[in-house]
């Protein structure tokens, strides 16, 4: 076996970028995890589903917008159900002490999305997560 089969089978293709609506965000399963990916300019973004303040599975049908804090402009979710903020790079929330779990994404030269099949990323979704 070689490193990039090994790869390969680290990833689950879950959909084609076509697919993924600017500003929106769609739910997917990965390994029993609810993911919602949000695709935010040239960047397609992973978090856990589930509000973490409420503990429904909608995050995908949160609002998203941006905000600037001070270091710059940033993409975030708003959940549906309570209007709390998360940052969608880092998972962090901006309006709660409670953070959410991101999701490693790539998306392939032929389009297709891929998430990472391994437990979420305590480190947020970053610059490496979309080669």
């Known amino acids: 076996m070689t490193l990039i089969e090994t790869d390969r089978r680290s990833w689950v293709a879950v959909c084609h970028l076509a697919v993924l609506e600017p500003e929106r965000g769609v739910a997917v399963l990965v390994n029993g995890a609810a993911v919602a990916l949000f695709r935010v300019g040239d960047q397609v973004l992973g978090v856990s589903n589930v509000d973490p303040c ?53 998306v392939l030269d032929d389009g297709w999305v891929e998430v990472h099949r391994g437990e979420a990323s305590p480190s947020g979704n970053g610059p490496e997560t979309n080669p």
């Open 54 to 106: 409420s503990g429904a599975s909608v995050l995908s049908r949160g609002l998203v917008g941006h905000t600037d804090l001070g270091d710059g402009p940033v993409a975030y979710v708003a959940s549906p159900l309570r209007k709390e903020r998360f940052d969608l790079v880092t998972g962090r929330g901006l309006d709660v002490d409670i953070d959410l779990e991101t999701w490693p994404v790539r």
